[in-house]
């Protein structure tokens, strides 16, 4: 095989990498501090993805106008799915909260079948590709990773530099500790899943460059987005970052030399195999 | 007790008999209803052996496409009998059960991880299915092979639906039985004391790798079986429908909706979503596509803030504590 195909294909990964990262940050921050994985986490970025499409498309407003409806749209999410659907569970077995946001995916799946039929909705852009060395780098790609890399950056810097973050953070080193100190946690818990849903309306606004929308659109990215998640240590931000370049350039890779299905094949079983050897995270010191 | 029982006889009474009453061209349909509930329960069954412990798998959809596809594989390409490809697919699904067990359980995979690495699992066999499509036809399924004739036993092919009827019913039952040896046995103590706390089970003298992978075995043997039974009756395997995430949650949600820790749990939360699906199928047709998973996901959300012991669980819950003065949710 020519070797440039896996130069590209490389690249590609790394800037799926980018996109991937934005998911699974704002996944593993609600998993930081809730100790909840959002199984239903993609669909709420399917639904952002939805209100992109009928904003741009069917009502006709420009592409950012409606990228911004698609963040503000996850934040509302966020902030619906943990008061609904988190809150009352907040201290029941860990499984029933996982079971919870399950219900929450199947949801949210049917009910889009239900409203807007099983076709793929595409938001067309006309962007420009370019070619380096043989090499064709769609700006369709380039945009949402330099602005997912540009996000993440703000994320880190919110939760290193403003107060609000440190008690985010605090929260998630030690929930019980915050309120002994006197902090609501409720407040932190709120905040922290407007952010997540938050990156959940970006990812939708990113996404939406590269892949059209349908109802199973979680299935897609979901399962990874976990894996990711908890690859780099559940909880773990800088794991999580690494984690989703090392499983978007498997992706890529193994997806020119053999196939699509088998490069997640790869990337599952990985993943699996790292489950057992090193559980907290490829970040973790071992025991 | 005796009492029960007789209710419990005449019950099965009932349904022994259920396909000779008359019911004209409705016959066909019932009987296929009925057959799925059986078929879906026992499935459910299976899984709540390893589910009621806390062993939360989301990744029984492996063990259902091990099952369906290694026999319809078999019998499409090598004509190989599907009575000695269920012995064949049972023994590929203990092994994936004990590739996947022994480490999981030996390095403490639990609760969310437990969850999540079977969720990688049903992924990964998905994907392979879909990946080999050569054999497999990828995500467009695969027909089963007729046998020629409207009754091959050899081929386990009937056109009379009454045969399934019967075969389903059986395994219902057995699953039934199974289920209720496992809640008398010392197992079940040694799991709920594992469940609870695993070191502290251990500090007792339980081998807790032992017992997980022994429940862990026979969940997935039964889940392979329903595989090959649900695949003999449709005669059409897909991987969307038997193996992956969706129809790993769809078993999972069946049994958390009847109740995981009772017996009957898993019939009543699959009659109930069947009932459900199929209802709402006839009555809006294929206009409302969605509608039945739509209602189906929300009443699950309701079901676990609410009713976490399930339906049927919490009825019985009531009733005993109204008879016998206050018990355990789970007994």
Request: include cysteine; aromatic fraction near 12%.
């Amino acid at each position: 095989m020519d070797p440039i195909f896996l130069v590209e294909a490389a690249i590609n990964g790394i800037l799926l990498g980018g996109v991937l990262a934005l998911l699974a940050l704002g996944l593993n921050l609600i998993f930081g501090v809730l100790d909840i994985v959002w199984i239903a986490y993609v669909d709420l970025v399917m639904l952002c993805m939805y209100a992109i499409y009928f904003f741009n498309v069917a009502f006709g407003w420009p592409i950012w106008a409606a990228g911004l409806v698609s963040l503000a749209a996850g934040t509302i999410l966020g902030v619906a799915v943990h008061l609904l659907i988190i809150s009352p569970i907040l201290t029941s077995a860990p499984i029933n909260q996982l079971l919870a946001t399950g219900g929450l995916l199947f949801f949210l799946q049917s009910a889009a079948t239900f409203l807007w039929t099983t076709d793929h909705k595409t938001v067309r852009l006309s962007l420009p590709s370019y070619e380096i060395a043989g090499i064709f780098l769609p700006a369709t790609r380039i945009i949402p990773f330099a602005i997912s890399i540009l996000a993440v950056i703000a994320l880190y810097f919110f939760l290193t530099r403003t107060y609000i973050g440190t008690a985010i953070r605090a929260v998630s080193q030690d929930r019980d500790a915050m309120s002994l100190m006197g902090a609501s946690p409720q407040r932190i818990y709120i905040v922290t899943s407007a952010v997540g849903g938050l990156m959940a309306g970006l990812a939708g606004a990113l996404l939406i460059f590269q892949y059209s929308v349908h109802p199973f659109f979680g299935g897609q990215f979901g399962p990874l987005t976990f894996m990711i998640c908890v690859l780099g240590g559940l909880g773990n931000m800088v794991g999580a970052f690494i984690a989703s370049f090392i499983m978007s350039e498997i992706i890529a890779i193994g997806g020119v030399v053999i196939s699509t299905e088998m490069g997640y094949v790869i990337a599952f079983v990985i993943f699996i195999v790292m489950m057992f050897v090193r559980p907290g995270g490829i970040l973790a010191k071992r025991e | 007790m005796s009492r029960s029982r007789l209710l419990a006889g005449a019950l099965l009474a009932l349904l022994l008999a259920a396909p000779f009453v008359p019911m004209g061209g409705m016959r066909q349909y019932v009987l296929h209803v009925a057959i799925q509930i059986f078929i879906w329960s026992f499935i459910g069954q299976a899984w709540s052996l390893m589910g009621r412990f806390g062993l939360v798998s989301l990744g029984h959809g492996a063990f259902l496409g091990v099952g369906a596809y290694t026999t319809t594989l078999l019998w499409n390409f090598y004509s190989l009998t599907p009575w000695i490809g269920t012995l064949l697919a049972v023994g590929a699904a203990v092994a994936i059960a004990a590739v996947l067990g022994i480490p999981c359980f030996r390095f403490r995979v639990i609760g969310h991880y437990f969850a999540l690495v079977t969720l990688a699992v049903g992924e990964v066999i998905r994907l392979l299915i879909v990946a080999e499509r050569d054999w497999t036809g990828g995500s467009l399924g695969l027909t089963l092979k007729t046998a020629g004739s409207d009754w091959s036993v050899y081929a386990i092919q009937f056109a009379d639906k009454r045969v399934f009827y019967y075969g389903s019913l059986a395994f219902f039952l057995a699953g039934l039985w199974i289920w209720d040896r496992v809640d008398r046995s010392m197992a079940r103590s040694a799991l709920e004391a594992i469940g609870e706390d695993e070191t502290a089970a251990a500090s007792v003298g339980i081998h807790v790798t032992r017992f997980k992978l022994g429940i862990t075995v026979v969940s997935a043997a039964l889940t392979a079986v329903g595989g090959v039974l649900y695949a003999q009756y449709i005669s059409y395997v897909n991987p969307d429908t038997l193996a992956g995430i969706g129809v790993s949650l769809k078993i999972v949600f069946a049994v958390v909706l009847g109740g995981m820790y009772s017996l009957m749990g898993p019939l009543v939360g699959t009659a109930l979503t069947t009932a459900l699906s199929e209802g709402l199928r006839i009555a809006f047709g294929l206009k409302f596509l969605g509608m039945a998973e739509t209602i189906y996901g929300l009443l699950l959300i309701i079901f676990i803030i609410f009713l976490p012991s399930g339906i049927y669980g919490s009825i019985r819950y009531t009733l005993r504590r109204r008879t016998v003065g206050p018990v355990g949710v789970r007994s």
